[in-house]
């Protein structure tokens, strides 16, 4: 999964398993629905107007920490610094 990514702009990201191997991985979807095959009711992520990955922080953000309304979603920490590395190669790419 990866932190800063362009394509993937206003898209939720959802924690699936695979019921054979019971394989966890993550999958990039347009819609807050839960696949089929998601490990939890709620996105895992999502990705801000910028292509920054922004993870599910529940529990925060309310005074009932209980209330499903607590849970918001906050930029995370590395994520700016992977869109500046991406930045910086395509940079020297074009030069």
Not at 16 to 40: E, F, H
Not at 56 to 77: E, I, M, Q, T
Request: glycine share 6%; charged share 25%; hydrophobic share 35%.
């Amino acid at each position: 999964m990866k932190l800063y990514s362009p394509d993937a702009r206003g898209k939720y990201v959802w924690q699936v398993a695979d019921a054979k191997t019971r394989a966890v991985s993550y999958t990039v979807t347009t819609t807050r629905t839960p696949p089929l095959d998601a490990c939890y009711g709620h996105p895992m992520g999502k990705y801000d107007d910028q292509g920054l990955y922004m993870t599910f922080c529940p529990n925060v953000g309310a005074d009932d920490p209980k209330s499903p309304l607590a849970a918001r979603y906050v930029l995370h920490p590395m994520a700016a610094s992977e869109r500046d590395h991406a930045d910086k190669e395509r940079l020297w790419r074009a030069i």
